[in-house]
Nanobody, 126 residues
Framework: EVHLVESGGGVVQAGGSLRLSCVGS????????IGWFRQAPTRAREGVSC????????NYLIAETGRITISSDTAENTVYLQMNNVKADDTATYYC???????????????????WGKGTPVTVSP
């Protein structure tokens, strides 16, 4: 059975950092692209970043390149999302998902998603 489990969310002060983890089981992350997306109550679902063996890393939030970094540990079947200098707009529930490829944009990943986790909430405090 396939599972994706996110962790690392919580309350973080604006300007701080956090690292989210996504642990996969029942499949190999080498066979799928693993991406992060987020959902805030008042905003549309938004792709954050993606990583795959064939494509490397793809940052859907181009303007945040440098502030957000995705990485993977294939031995642990884990993908990490490092977020630095967090802002109020980063407040959301963060989900990881598996898809055949990252693609060139968020939509191509989103419509190809096969599995996803239940999410981990992040709240950025003033």
């Amino acid at each position: 059975e396939v599972h994706l489990v996110e962790s690392g969310g919580g309350v973080v002060q604006a300007g701080g950092s956090l690292r989210l983890s996504c642990v996969g089981s029942g499949f190999s992350s080498q066979d799928y692209a693993i991406g992060w997306f987020r959902q805030a109550p008042t905003r549309a679902r938004e792709g954050v970043s993606c990583i795959s063996n064939s494509e490397g890393s793809v940052n859907y939030l181009i303007a945040e390149t440098g502030r957000i970094t995705i990485s993977s540990d294939t031995a642990e079947n884990t993908v990490y999302l490092q977020m630095n200098n967090v802002k109020a707009d980063d407040t959301a529930t963060y989900y990881c998902a598996a898809a055949p490829r990252c693609g060139s944009g968020w939509n191509s990943f989103y419509y190809g998603m096969k599995f996803w986790g239940k999410g981990t909430p992040v709240t950025v405090s003033p």
